[in-house]
């Protein structure tokens, strides 16, 4: 840590002492000026963070802590093609894949020209399956970043979906995500898309040959041999890996090792997504988030809003110590949008070794939830309005309805508002005495408040503010990534895991009996499951 970032964390934890015992009442009395002082606007976007529990001063240290860290350096990086992930010796480009074609790499150019046929081929039935009959639906396979945004951006734009092409996402390698599916697919319509950047992924595998053994299954003879290439395609930066499954080099979309897989719903991995919403809508997400990337490159930073998201984490995490950041998206078609999130932040930032190999001495990531609003009203809310935890709130609200119906909008608004300013100002024991409640009630009619959020304003859901939501999201990630001097790019902690599975799983399928290395639980647990004869 350089001597000027050290300043910058002692000057920053400092004054979060002065400020952790402050209420957002304080900060509110009198004030007329806060919502303006600590609200900023771009494009589609409104960022009011002025129920954030801080003080122009903390703002100011904030902004001192992002040019210590060097957070513009960084970014130039980024931009050039630096090498920033270095554990993995990559770059981190995905800004390169929105830019419009006379500023993109010629391979993105190439493939998004490819991209475009084809989805114009399924569109137009130029393209059809074995039986000459139009494509009517199309499965991604496809697990982590190769689904969650595309899933995620599908939901959310279903306003913009075109009639004749229905989109499924199978993620997970329990059939029951699988077969249900199947059994309501024609075999003879279905497009499967086999997305895997680096088409190893377990899960993704069992899917794509399950697929294939039921389409093989239910095809003339003669046609089984051909039925990968009909009715296949995959999306890969694996290319030999996607050939060695039998799907031709001619409908293998692929991509570069310098998109990560959380950041890749710009690549082909958004496939499906076009083809739900038809390419020139993609091209529209692709044009929301690079004009987000525009404003991110060159916004002056007290007016740049990812790295204000991101000094917000910062300050949330390392000012106030909270663990954990909700989620609220008041839009049923963003509910996927914390599930994504979740990926987005947690695996970018949920590191605690820096860029030098060090253990971290500051807390990093929080933990990501959330769920649509209304919905978490009547569950966990409970808990932010009177638990005793910290929880520190995004919501999410739209300007306009994407579903309009008569009456529902301006109850879905009233709701968030409520929320967030219950959630920030409380009630006092006195002001439930006024409201009239009973004296042996007041200590559970009182809410101590002072949960701080940011309110986030969509003007419209549409694939151009979408592309605009999302771009915000992953810079503040790459902020996150640079405040705490981290790799936001690899994702090492998911290993571990993995390697176990593979060496549990013969002592399932009956090919490794001897179990004495595992542990005893495992053992234990095998043997309840009736895996496994030997003793514990
Ligand atoms: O296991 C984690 C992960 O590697 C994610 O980073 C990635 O998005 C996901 O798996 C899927 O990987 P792939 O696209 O290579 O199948």
Not at 293 to 315: G, K, Q, S
Request: aromatic fraction near 8%.
């Amino acid at each position: 840590m350089t001597p000027a970032l050290e300043t910058a964390w002692q000057a920053l934890r400092a004054h979060a002492g002065q400020i952790r015992p402050l209420h957002l009442r304080a900060l509110f009395a009198g004030d007329t000026g806060r919502f303006e002082a600590f609200s900023l606007a771009h494009g589609d976007l409104l960022l009011d963070f002025s129920k954030q529990r801080l003080t122009a001063g903390t703002l100011a240290h904030l902004h001192a802590l992002a040019e210590a860290a060097d957070v513009s350096g960084w970014r130039r990086k980024m931009w050039a093609g630096d090498i920033i992930n270095h554990t993995e010796g990559r770059a981190v480009r995905h800004v390169a894949l929105r830019a419009p074609d006379a500023e993109a790499p010629p391979e993105v150019v190439r493939t998004r020209q490819r991209l475009r046929d084809f989805c114009d081929a399924i569109h137009t039935g130029k393209r059809r399956g074995h039986t000459d009959a139009p494509f009517t639906d199309v499965v991604n396979l496809g697990i982590g970043g190769s689904d969650l945004g595309p899933r995620m951006a599908a939901h959310a734009l279903r306003a913009f979906r075109r009639p004749g092409l229905s989109a499924h996402f199978v993620s997970n390698i329990d059939g029951a995500d699988l077969l249900p599916l199947l059994q309501r697919l024609n075999p003879a319509t279905t497009l499967f898309i086999v997305a895997s950047k680096t088409f190893g992924t377990q899960e993704t595998l069992a899917n794509a040959s399950s697929a294939l053994a039921w389409l093989r299954a239910r095809v003339p003879a003669e046609k089984a041999g051909e039925i990968a290439a009909r009715h296949f395609v995959a999306v890969s930066s694996n290319l030999e890996a996607a050939a060695a499954f039998g799907i031709p080099p001619e409908q293998v979309f692929g991509f570069q090792d310098w998109v990560g897989g959380r950041f890749s719903l710009w690549s082909p991995v958004g496939l499906v997504l076009a083809l739900a919403i038809g390419f020139p809508q993609f091209e529209a997400l692709l044009a929301g988030a690079h004009a987000m990337d525009l404003h991110f490159l060159c916004a002056p930073p007290r007016e740049n809003l990812p790295l204000t998201l991101a000094l917000l984490d910062v300050w949330n995490v390392n000012g106030l110590h909270a663990q954990n950041h909700a989620f609220f998206p008041y839009s049923q078609s963003l509910e996927l949008f914390p599930v994504y999130l979740q990926q987005l932040e947690m695996e970018s930032a949920g590191k605690s070794v820096d860029r030098q190999g060090a253990r971290c001495a500051y807390a990093t990531a929080p933990i990501v939830w959330g769920s649509a609003g209304t919905n978490g009203q009547h569950s966990f809310f409970q808990l932010l309005h009177q638990g005793n935890q910290l929880v520190p709130c995004d919501f999410l609200l739209l300007g306009r309805p994407d579903f309009p119906l008569p009456g529902h909008h301006a109850q879905i608004i009233a709701n968030a508002l409520a929320q967030s300013a219950a959630l920030a100002f409380g009630q006092t024991g006195e002001e439930a005495r006024a409201a009239g409640i009973p004296e042996h009630l007041v200590p559970y009619r009182t809410f101590p408040g002072n949960q701080p959020s940011t309110t986030l304003v969509l003007d419209r859901l549409t694939p151009h503010s979408l592309g605009q939501l999302l771009a915000l999201y992953e810079h503040k990630v790459f902020c996150l990534g640079v405040l705490w001097n981290l790799n936001a790019f690899d994702q090492w902690g998911v290993e571990l895991g993995k390697q176990m599975a593979k060496s549990i799983l013969p002592h399932l399928t009956g090919g490794a009996p001897d179990t004495a290395a595992l542990d005893a639980s495992t053992r234990g647990l095998l043997r309840a499951l009736g895996k496994s004869s030997q003793p514990g």
